[in-house]
């Protein structure tokens, strides 16, 4: 229900499934921008009807990767969230490590990073918030299939992957998902234990893939007829405008013809 411009909008269908999936207590978000990931957790857990609680973490000021951005960025992700998941949901304005002290050890089930995309900055997010992750905690990233502007989730999944059970999908610039905690569910393991099939991991990342360019062709869609009504505006205005000068130059017309006459 909620599309704004994001990469992100390829993955919403995987989002719905690993919240039905995981059933987490907590869901905690680090850097979240128009909120496309995030309202996408928030409607499966109220779709679901979970006892899940949501924290998106953020100081919607922007960084080198997402650019500067504030206020308007800002006001209406606050009013969304305020309209539809005020009940779960909260927004943290705050960089993520101050907004490490508000949650307890363990106590996160479904940790989403996406903040500022260096390796330095992508792996201190990871390990600063690795206490704070549960026992059967999921921890997936953004944008492990990009490989410029100085992004680096790429080499910290390679690293995560030695040590954890894990699957990844390269389409919407890729998400990398990794079992941190040591109980993960039986669907889950599905999963990771999939990435050992090539033919089969080709198989669920093309079902993904597919679901995902729907999402994102609605976002299109959407935008496509939002330029049409103002292209409309514009032409209905134009015409008004026109009718209202043939009217000015029939007046004139008029003056002159009565003018010559006289």
Not at 10 to 32: K, S
Not at 86 to 115: K, N, P, V
Request: charged residues 25%; negative net charge; glycine residues 6%.
């Amino acid at each position: 229900t909620y599309l704004a411009q994001s990469a992100w909008l390829e993955h919403i269908p995987f989002a719905f499934w690993l919240v039905d999936t995981l059933r987490p207590r907590n869901i905690v978000e680090l850097g979240t921008h128009y909120g496309s990931s995030y309202f996408s957790f928030c409607q499966a857990v109220s779709k679901l009807d979970l006892e899940t609680c949501c924290f998106a973490v953020d100081t919607w000021g922007g960084d080198e990767h997402a650019g500067l951005y504030g206020e308007e960025v800002y006001r209406p992700v606050s009013e969304y969230n305020q309209q539809h998941y005020s009940g779960f949901s909260t927004l943290i304005r705050s960089t993520f490590d101050q907004a490490l002290e508000h949650f307890s050890q363990g106590s996160i089930d479904l940790l989403h990073i996406d903040g500022l995309h260096t390796f330095e900055a992508v792996r201190h997010d990871f390990e600063s918030w690795l206490p704070k992750l549960s026992e059967r905690a999921v921890v997936i990233m953004h944008d492990t299939n990009v490989r410029e502007r100085g992004f680096g989730v790429f080499q910290l999944l390679d690293e995560l992957k030695r040590q954890y059970p894990h699957f990844e999908f390269a389409h919407g610039h890729g998400l990398g998902i990794v079992g941190v905690g040591c109980e993960q569910s039986p669907e889950l393991n599905n999963l990771y234990k999939i990435s050992e099939n090539a033919r089969v991991t080709k198989q669920v990342q093309d079902i993904f893939c597919r679901l995902g360019k729907s999402c994102s062709e609605s976002w299109e869609n959407s935008q496509l007829k939002r330029q049409l009504s103002t292209q409309q505006d514009d032409i209905q205005a134009e015409r008004q405008l026109l009718v209202e000068q043939q009217a000015l130059e029939r007046g004139r017309l008029a003056e002159r013809i009565t003018a010559q006459h006289n």
